[in-house]
């Protein structure tokens, strides 16, 4: 399995897959904020906790 995280352009949508966000998406050529897509959330949760809460 890859070391790589995923990362998803806050302006266009676009992802991509490396150790560290571009300075400019591929995609839209924009400096945009990228947001770590790595983990869906409810799987990285903690398993001893109550999601009920």
Do not use: A, E, H
């Amino acid at each position: 399995m890859s070391d790589d995280q995923k990362w998803k352009c806050s302006n266009c949508g676009y992802t991509v897959q490396q150790k560290i966000p571009p300075d400019k998406c591929p995609s839209c050529s924009k400096s945009c904020g990228f947001i770590d897509i790595s983990c869906y959330i409810p799987d990285c949760s903690d398993s001893n906790k109550d999601d009920r809460l």
